[in-house]
């Protein structure tokens, strides 16, 4: 299977270090730990060739990241950021090309993003330059448009100069939450399976047997499922597999509908 080719870019680095909050915060570091955790997540699905503008504290120039990603026939640029404004303003909010339909995926990602981190969604935004109209202002987005990339987004995924926005980006397991959200909404977008769910019975030789293989949730389930799991309405068996296919019982019937029926909504 041809696999989907995306470049992650993780803003500022190197040289440029000069994006801080006021309790220890740096962009450059906080946005490299968010896309590597990225890379990592979209690897795993086995779906993704992932290349990275930097996977340290590297220079490199805002046009290059776009050209690069260009260069490497990637389908999407990921680039993440964190924002700065009046140190009160809070919030997500994804930039998208002017020349690009993307704002579908773009709002999705802010909502996601902000619902996950609790935080307002500020929504998808454009920036047009006033030197070059009908050209984007972000030199990257713009040099990866021109380049030839279909679909471009620019994640502020919070303020680091806002006290509150900053103690969650301290956080590494918010970190990661961010990068687990932005991977959900990328492999949702291209109809690829998240988390993967692997086998629990490992196979014999160069096979597995079909009866004891797990089989994988599809995709427009796989968000339902997770739901009537979490509830406590429906559950794996003993062996840690769902049997999406399975035809249900009577007797699941009536336990699912004792169980939904006795939730307090």
Request: hydrophobic content about 35%; aromatic content about 6%; glycine content about 8%.
């Amino acid at each position: 299977m041809k696999k989907i080719k995306i470049t992650l870019d993780a803003g500022h680095g190197g040289k440029d270090r000069y994006n801080k909050g006021q309790n220890g915060y740096i962009e450059a570091d906080g946005v490299l730990d968010i896309t590597l955790k990225l890379r990592d997540k979209l690897l795993s699905t086995g779906a993704f060739d992932v290349h990275l503008t930097r996977d340290k504290d590297t220079t490199v120039g805002i046009r290059a990241r776009g050209e690069m990603a260009a260069k490497n026939g990637s389908d999407m640029l990921i680039s993440n950021h964190t924002n700065a404004n009046d140190k009160k303003t809070r919030g997500t909010e994804v930039f998208r090309s002017v020349d690009l339909q993307d704002y579908g995926i773009a709002g999705i990602m802010s909502n996601a993003i902000a619902k996950a981190l609790n935080i307002p969604n500020r929504g998808t935004k454009l920036r047009e330059s006033k030197n070059y109209p009908g050209e984007d202002y972000y030199g990257i987005i713009d040099a990866a448009q021109d380049s030839g990339v279909k679909h471009i987004l620019l994640i502020e995924s919070a303020f680091h100069n806002n006290l509150k926005d900053e103690a969650i980006l301290n956080q590494e397991s918010k970190r990661d939450l961010i990068a687990e959200t932005q991977c959900e909404v990328i492999c949702d977008f291209y109809d690829v399976i998240y988390p993967v769910v692997k086998p629990v019975t490992e196979p014999v030789g160069d096979t597995i047997d079909e009866v004891t293989a797990p089989k994988l949730i599809a995709t427009w389930a796989q968000l339902s499922v997770n739901k009537m799991i979490d509830e406590g309405i429906m559950s794996y068996n003993s062996n840690g597999d769902f049997r999406p296919e399975d035809f249900i019982t009577r007797q699941e019937f009536a336990v699912a509908i004792d169980r939904l029926m006795s939730k307090e909504w």
